[in-house]
Structures are given as C-alpha cells and as structure tokens.
C-alpha cells in the first residue's frame, strides 16, 4: 500500500552535485523517520543520512559536510543534496522510510537509483 520512489539520479563529473527525491504514496497515515542508503558494487548497503519527523538529521562521517537530508512532510517527500562528489560515492541510493498506515508501522524500500561519479 506504500510506495518510495526515488529520482534525481545520474552521471556527474567529480565535484559535481546531484539532488535525489524520494516521495512517498498510498495509504500514509503519518511517516517518521527517512532514510537514505548506499549500496556500492560488490558491498553492502549503508546508511548514508537519515531524518526524524521533528528534522534532526544524521550522517555517516563519509558525507557529513557534503551531504544534506531534508523533508518535506506536507509532500511525503525526503531529499538528499550531495555535493563535491566523487569517485567513491558511486552507488545505487535507495531511500528508506517507517511509515504507519492502517496495518500499523512497516518499513518500506524505494527501488532505487544509480549516482555515478565519473570523468
């Protein structure tokens, strides 16, 4: 009944920016916390940022400085500003939500989306 789907992905040069989107649909009675996750070729999904419904924020220290999670509560959207990107921050970028609906609090996976960062 819930459905993430993310865009904004996408070829950049190093040091480039790209903002990713993630809105939310279906049967939503309230969302809490959003997150957002990398998952590198050959490696395991990681946390990269996630947002609480009051707006504090986290980051994994790989990003913190460069990456920013924001929200838009009235749009069941989260976003996520990378810039001076590089090499390393190549990955599929899934977003991830805890959203209650009328079954309760599940937790829900966008499909993701491809961030590549190359000359």
């Known amino acids: 009944q819930v459905q993430l789907v993310e865009s904004g992905g996408g070829l950049v040069q190093p040091g480039g920016s790209l903002r990713l989107s993630c809105a939310a649909s279906?049967?939503?009675?309230?969302?809490?916390?959003m997150r957002w996750y990398q998952q590198a070729p050959g490696k395991q999904r990681e946390l990269v940022a996630g947002?609480?419904?009051?707006?504090?924020?986290t980051y994994a220290v790989s990003v913190k400085g460069r990456f920013t999670i924001s929200r838009d509560n009235a749009k069941n959207t989260v976003y996520l500003q990378m810039n001076s990107l590089n090499p390393e921050d190549t990955a599929v970028y899934y977003c991830?939500?805890?959203?209650?609906?009328?079954?309760?609090?599940?937790?829900?996976w966008g499909q993701g989306t491809q961030v590549t960062v190359s000359s």
């Open positions: 947002i609480n419904n009051g707006g504090s924020t």
């Open positions: 991830n939500a805890d959203v209650r609906t009328y079954r309760g609090v599940n937790n829900y």
């Open positions: 279906g049967s939503i009675f309230s969302i809490y916390d």
